[in-house]
Nanobody, 128 residues
Framework: QVHLIQSGGGLVQPGGSLRLSCAAS????????VGWFRQAPGKDREFVAA????????YFADFVKGRFPISRDSADNTVYLTLNTAEPGDTAVYYC?????????????????????WGLGTQVTVSS
């Protein structure tokens, strides 16, 4: 069992940056790949990014275009998603997710059904 604790959401101006955090107290968290999904009002949930259990592999949705680096700090048992050059279209609830294992086919990380645990979500609003 892994409990995902999210933080870092809020209001950011267009062009600004915001860092989201996903932490867990369980030591087993280090064995999990961690991803982020988001869901905007009236839209389907969509994959944003993921990082492998050891941090060596990262995966991104096409729309990210290098704006949202993802990283993990094993000492703090935390995964970070930084939203750079934020756009109004990035407004959504962002969910942290975790899955146990590694898949060589990166497309698996974009599938919500692959994940074992979900955080409660954090609101990100991009507005002036």
């Amino acid at each position: 069992q892994v409990h995902l604790i999210q933080s870092g959401g809020g209001l950011v101006q267009p062009g600004g940056s915001l860092r989201l955090s996903c932490a867990a107290s369980e030591r087993a968290f280090k064995d999990y790949a961690v991803g982020w999904f988001r869901q905007a009002p009236g839209k389907d949930r969509e994959f944003v990014a993921a990082i492998s259990w050891n941090g060596e592999h990262t995966y991104f949705a096409d729309f990210v275009k290098g704006r949202f680096p993802i990283s993990r700090d094993s000492a703090d048992n935390t995964v970070y998603l930084t939203l750079n050059t934020a756009e109004p279209g990035d407004t959504a609830v962002y969910y942290c997710v975790a899955l146990l294992g590694h898949y060589s086919d990166g497309s698996y990380y974009s599938l919500p059904s692959m994940y074992d645990y979900w955080g409660l979500g954090t609101q990100v609003t991009v507005s002036s």
